[in-house]
């Protein structure tokens, strides 16, 4: 695969040789801008993210990686751009819309739901809205009942994908911080997205941990999942990404594959500053 | 009342401190509905109707403001109810309140005695308690819980959590207009007086120590704060002092609780 040759509608492009057709992009952001008072975080910032790779987003801190996730997930509104995902325009719709059309993210700072167990934690983030309302609940016992049911063995399958099925009673704060952060995984994967937005899954992890992510998001991707890593550590970023898109103080210095962008010098000096 | 409060304040998160205007919007609702000749039935939906659409509506800037702003418009929301109360005198009856309110009657009985209300109001109270139960057991009831832990964890799960705040506030009308009916039959005369700040922070108070978030919290803390004025009948209290005393034993309580026991008798914390 060439990296540098795809494009937003999926169509024939000319690599050295060979005529093949590119990945469609599953998401496009273009001119994407974004100010907090007079700082700009995001200067139109553009990129598009091939549907069924795993894209990184690097750059050192401040470069804008959470605040282009915050952007695309509807938590924060930008100012100018677009963000189109298999060309509908996504900018303008609630969080809860964008998830259902099929973008779900993590976060940085987990988010779980920490007076609920593990599998209830997955559960109420099922894209089946089935018996969600009051009136089924009390109205339609039974079959309240057995969507439950249905929905747990469900989530239970979920956890099974991240290696957690056995702690799915447990309370969240009883399981390991690796272990939480699986369950990040495990509730994005419950929206039943295309798309899956995880902002630095690795972060604060043990090496055994680390490994055991590594695979999840191997899994994840052979699953046919697109998705949009924000991620520092570069072995990692080798690892895992089909492709990089380097930020730097709100705009994309660079698309391409791992390999191209980690070694360009110019990229590395901004990543890690003088002296290496 | 205490059910109702539950759901907006322990379950959903909206602490509001207008609780007892809504009860008296479902008593007025009752009252004027009942007195112009419409049956029990007809009357009764018209309170807990209007109460939901009433929470509804008014549960709205909960929705923009974090929780302390919104408990500064409640009570401004109880107090232009107050006024409402005083002053529309057409409807309301003014200071004056509503008189000769009928009880209802079903198969030749009257629920005008308190043997046969009673009955009513444990019926009542049996139904709210096992409607509580199924949405709370429910999966509906496991999404209140995570909007209340985690708004933003919810809405990026794709949770719509303002049609939840506002599906929650309907349900806690709901009860709110229930009691309402009942306490004008109960009472057979209602009179803002009954509906005031004060009785807002007692039904307040009864979720606080009875513990938020449970069924059984929902019933000790009135149980409780109900024994509390029978207590003090058996103390030798000059009888104009009775009022404030009951009113520092339920301000010292509700102190009490929040600083060492936030979750309540057999609750969870707010």
Redesign the interface.
Same mark, same amino acid.
């Given at each position: 695969m060439n990296p540098n040759v795809i494009t937003s509608g999926g169509t024939f492009v000319e690599s050295p040789g060979v005529r093949t057709q590119a990945p469609t992009a599953l998401l496009v952001v273009e001119g994407l801008t974004k100010n907090f008072g007079g700082f700009r975080v995001l200067d139109a910032t553009t990129f598009s993210l091939p549907e069924g790779q795993v894209t990184c987003l690097v750059g050192p801190n401040g470069a804008g990686k959470t605040t282009a996730f915050d952007c695309i997930?509807g938590?924060l509104k930008s100012d100018a751009g677009s963000i189109r995902l298999r060309g509908d325009e996504l900018i303008g719709l +609630?969080?809860?819309d964008i998830?259902?059309r099929g973008v779900?993210?993590s976060?940085q700072n987990l988010?779980?739901?920490?007076?609920?167990s593990v599998v209830?934690n997955v559960?109420?983030?099922l894209?089946d809205?089935? +018996?969600?309302?009051?009136l089924?609940?009390?109205f339609r016992?039974f079959y309240?009942?057995a969507?439950?049911r249905r929905?747990r063995e469900k989530a239970l399958a979920i956890l099974e994908q991240v290696e957690l099925a056995h702690k799915a009673e447990d309370h969240v704060t009883q399981i390991s911080f690796g272990q939480q952060k699986l369950l990040c995984i495990a509730?994005v994967l419950?929206?039943d997205a295309k798309l899956l937005l995880l902002d630095e899954p690795t972060s604060g992890l043990s090496a055994t941990a680390l490994d055991n992510m590594v695979k999840v998001i191997g899994r994840l991707s052979a699953s046919g999942k697109t998705l949009l890593v924000v991620e520092h550590n570069t072995r990692i970023v080798r690892d895992i990404a089909d492709r990089i898109v380097f930020m730097h103080q709100g705009r994309v210095l660079a698309e391409g594959d791992p390999q191209t962008v980690l070694d360009r010098s110019d990229l590395v000096e901004i990543y890690f500053g003088g002296g290496h | 009342m205490a059910l109702s409060t539950n759901f907006l304040v322990g379950i959903i998160g909206i602490f509001s401190v207008s609780q007892a205007a809504l009860m008296g919007v479902g008593a007025y609702a009752y009252a004027g509905v009942a007195m112009a000749g419409m049956p029990f039935p007809v009357a009764l939906l018209a309170a807990v109707t209007l109460c939901a659409l009433l929470n509804t509506v008014t549960s709205l800037p909960a929705l923009r403001l974090a929780g302390d702003y919104f408990v500064i418009t409640s009570f401004g929301l109880q107090f232009i109810a107050t006024a409402v109360f005083v002053n529309w005198v057409q409807v309301t009856g003014g200071s004056t309140g509503i008189a000769a309110i009928p009880a209802p009657r079903m198969l030749g009985i009257s629920f005008e005695e308190p043997q046969y209300f009673v009955i009513l109001s444990s019926l009542a109270l049996a139904l709210a308690s096992l409607a509580y139960t199924l949405l709370m057991r429910s999966s509906y009831g496991r999404v209140l819980h995570a909007v209340r832990l985690n708004e933003l964890a919810a809405g990026a799960a794709g949770r719509n959590v303002l049609k939840m705040k506002l599906g929650v506030s309907a349900v806690s009308g709901i009860y709110a207009g229930l009691a309402g009916a009942l306490y004008a039959i109960f009472m057979s005369y209602i009179d803002p007086s009954s509906f005031e700040i004060q009785q807002s922070i007692v039904i307040l108070t009864m979720l606080v120590i009875g513990g938020a978030r449970t069924l059984a919290g929902s019933l000790i803390g009135p149980l409780l704060l109900l024994a509390i004025p029978q207590v003090l009948s058996l103390v030798h209290i000059a009888p104009e002092l009775l009022g404030p005393t009951r009113a520092l034993v339920f301000g010292a309580l509700l102190v009490v609780f929040m600083l060492w026991r936030p979750q309540g008798i057999a609750g969870r914390k707010i």
């Open positions: 997930t938590f +609630g969080r809860s998830v259902r779900a993210r976060f988010r779980l739901f920490e007076e609920m209830d559960i109420v983030c894209a809205e089935t +018996g969600n309302d009051p089924t609940a009390v016992p309240s009942a969507v439950l929905k509730r419950a929206t | -």
